[in-house]
């Protein structure tokens, strides 16, 4: 039976190339980047769309070409694709997006529809060989099973920011997850391997450090940039004011030098205190 990788030897092997003992099974990897992304997904309950993803997010290291790239034989393979189109035609939209990305940046949804629509004619440009079906039977000869789901759709026709906000968040799960293992593997001979565990959010903290940082800024003394303060404060003020409530969405709308920036995140800080959040995220949409 054909053994498959998904990394060659971790820094520090004694042992030559060509000498396998030391590389990472391709299934090991699969399954901890599921399981791994799973448990990060599991706080808004993204869990099965999130180990899905694990377990799609290589799937075209199963390719006869990837497995020659790794000896050294052949470049330029795309090992992606594939999970991500099996994603999006079996319901995962999100997961979709999430395993494209996870090498080359989040995609928009054009480079999507054209992968759903012409996945066969692309397998050529990736350097796969295969066809996908020939791809999913090595992926379960390996003793690997893709997971049944019922996710969010590949192009939603509503609620896009709240699609755009799901791909984002899972796509970090995803990514730190792949990352964390593929360190784990190379760094297996390290004296100090270990990822230090990050500090938990202090959010009244963070507040108050915040607040002292904006009242400590330099006031201007002639009247317009009066003015300017006031406005500022009261932009401040209003976004502390909401921060109790408890709604889902919230809008700001203010003018350009209002100082929305320092005051959203004052908001965000307050809110997370106030409803006991994890972590506040920054982003665009």
Known sequence: MTTYYAHS?????TLPENNKEDWHLLREHLTAVGEGAAKRAAIWNGENE??????????GKYAVNFQKRLDGKIRGVNHWSQG??????HGAGVAAYAIYGHHVGIPGAMTMQALIKNVQGEM????????LDELKSVFERD???IPTIMGQPTTPLKEKHRFAMAVRMLFSALCDADFIDTETHFNKYASESARPTPPLL????????????????PKSDDANGELVYVARQAVLQDCLDQAARTERLFTLTAPTGSGKTLASLAFALK????H???RVIVGNL
């Open 9 to 13: 030897n971790p820094e520090g092997s």
């Open 50 to 59: 999130a180990r899905l993803a694990g377990l799609l997010h290589d799937m």
């Open 84 to 89: 991500a189109y099996w994603a999006a035609r």
């Open 124 to 131: 050529t440009t990736w350097n796969i060989t295969e066809n």
């Open 143 to 145: 003793g690997l099973v």
């Open 202 to 217: 202090q959010p009244q903290k963070a507040l108050d450090v915040l607040l002292n940082h904006i009242q400590g800024k």
């Open 271 to 274: 809110h997370a205190a106030t």
């Open 276 to 278: 006991n959040l994890r």
